[in-house]
């Protein structure tokens, strides 16, 4: 379910604590999860460089490896 990923820790495959998720990009052409955001939302369309603090703040979901008590994610996408 989406909302368990709320507030989980994101990790890298390497160790690297990235942050917690604070919302999500949801795809709905494609019916599912685009992007894990670092940042709530609002925060980042309400920043003078929304482009630059989505990049900065958002891991893709195709990064995802493993959900479970974290979420682990690839270093890079591949």
Known sequence: MLSELYGKDIISNTG????????LILDF???KVSSLLLKKVDNII?????SLELRRNSVSYARV???????????SEK
């Not at 309400?46 to 929304?50: A, D, N």
């Open 16 to 23: 690297k604590r990235l942050g917690k998720v604070e919302d």
């Open 29 to 31: 052409e494609e019916g």
């Open 46 to 50: 309400r920043s003078e460089k929304t």
């Open 65 to 75: 490896k493993n959900v479970s008590e974290t979420v682990i994610v690839s270093e």
